[in-house]
């Protein structure tokens, strides 16, 4: 069955570095995009960032743009989130999802399997 672990989380200074990765089982990870979401205490979830099928295009979220890099290894099955520069309001459960087609997008209810999240704490 489809299956989507996330891994990497931790708790880190402001200002730190950590690298989310995402595995994938049961599915052919290069027919999907797939996207980073996260969700924080009393918040909705939200759309940090999403890659196309092949690594190509790729789409952030406003609050992450210049910080965060999405990359992907079909070969591995993995997607990876490398953040730098954190700031105290990263701190959120992180998930992986994937995405009904081959571009990403900002919309959750367009990802149809998601892994269980992998929690960031930047303090200050």
């Known amino acids: 069955q489809v299956q989507l672990e996330e891994s990497g989380g931790g708790l880190v200074q402001a200002g730190g570095s950590l690298r989310l990765s995402c595995a994938s089982s049961?599915?052919?990870?290069?027919?999907?995009?797939m996207g980073w979401f996260r969700q924080a205490p009393g918040k909705e979830r939200e759309f940090v960032a999403g890659?196309?099928?092949?690594?190509?295009?790729?789409l952030y979220a406003d609050s992450v743009k210049g910080r965060f890099t999405i990359s992907r290894d079909n070969a591995k099955n993995t997607m990876y989130l490398q953040m730098n520069s954190l700031k105290p309001e990263d701190t959120a459960l992180y998930y992986c999802a994937r995405r009904l087609g081959v571009t990403p997008t900002r919309r959750p209810y367009e990802y149809d399997y998601w892994g269980q999240g992998t929690q960031v704490t930047v303090s200050s």
């Open positions: 890659i196309s099928w092949s690594g190509g295009p790729t």
């Open positions: 049961g599915f052919s990870v290069s027919r999907y995009a």
